[in-house]
T-cell receptor, first 114, second 111 residues
Framework: NAGVTQTPKFRVLKTGQSMTLLCAQD?????MYWYRQDPGMGLRLIHY???????AKGEVPDGYNVSRLKKQNFLLGLESAAPSQTSVYFC?????????????FGPGTRLTVL | QQQVKQSPQSLIVQKGGISIINCAYE??????FPWYQQFPGKGPALLIA?????SEKKEGRFTISFNKSAKQFSLHIMDSQPGDSATYFC??????????FGGGTRVLVKP
């Protein structure tokens, strides 16, 4: 079991460019999440999905779009990157919606927007 | 405005010492309080968690103390080891299994 994997590990973009981050999980989890991590602010929820074909906004959704066409994959898109989106992005997944259902995190993608 | 406030931002402790990290929350809808450990270049991993109807939970050298009336909780790392050097995040869960994180504490254990 690879758990949660993220592609790519690093990326540098210029302002205005677009890109897609891929998250994949092999645990057959229903729930998937995208977070961003910034110094001193912990992790903040961008978007999440409660199942294949569904998406919902989190705490900081502006400037991002997501899609969950397959249960095992959750894509995060930046249509027009801005320097404020420089961050480390983490994907997570969980089996269900109960508070005791652990969220398992991927290794992260470090994105720099120049 | 962070719903979960964590302190200190960093701490240094000698090997064998006790590390203490404190968190406070406002939202009474939170019903589960996990702590995550993160090593450099890795994603956060669940360390220990507590429900609000329990005042203390211990797993090995890690203990959570929970004060529901004060809306505060803390992580104690006993007999700290160099391998415990990491960033620790407190978090709170509300409806829909969504996590709200504190700002993180970088712990350095000196040998």
């Amino acid at each position: 079991n690879a758990g949660v994997t993220q592609t790519p590990k690093f990326r540098v973009l210029k302002t205005g460019q677009s890109m897609t981050l891929l998250c994949a999980q092999d645990m057959n989890h229903e729930y998937m999440y995208w977070y961003r991590q910034d110094p001193g602010m912990g992790l903040r929820l961008i978007h999440y999905s409660v199942g294949e074909g569904t998406t919902a906004k989190g705490e900081v959704p502006d400037g991002y779009n997501v899609s969950r066409l397959k249960k095992q994959n959750f894509l995060l898109g930046l249509e027009s990157a801005a320097p404020s989106q420089t961050s480390v992005y983490f994907c997570a997944s969980s089996r269900g919606v109960r508070s005791t259902d652990t969220q398992y995190f991927g290794p992260g993608t470090r994105l720099t927007v120049l | 405005q962070q719903q979960v406030k964590q302190s200190p931002q960093s701490l240094i402790v000698q090997k064998g010492g006790i590390s203490i990290i404190n968190c406070a929350y406002e939202n009474t809808a939170f019903d589960y309080f996990p702590w995550y450990q993160q090593f450099p270049g890795k994603g956060p991993a669940l360390l220990i968690a507590i429900r609000p109807d329990v005042s203390e939970k211990k797993e090995g050298r890690f203990t959570i103390s929970f004060n529901k009336s004060a809306k505060q909780f803390s992580l104690h790392i006993m007999d700290s080891q160099p391998g415990d050097s990491a960033t620790y995040f407190c978090a709170a869960k509300g409806p829909g299994n969504k996590l709200t994180f504190g700002g993180g504490t970088r712990v350095l254990v000196k040998p």
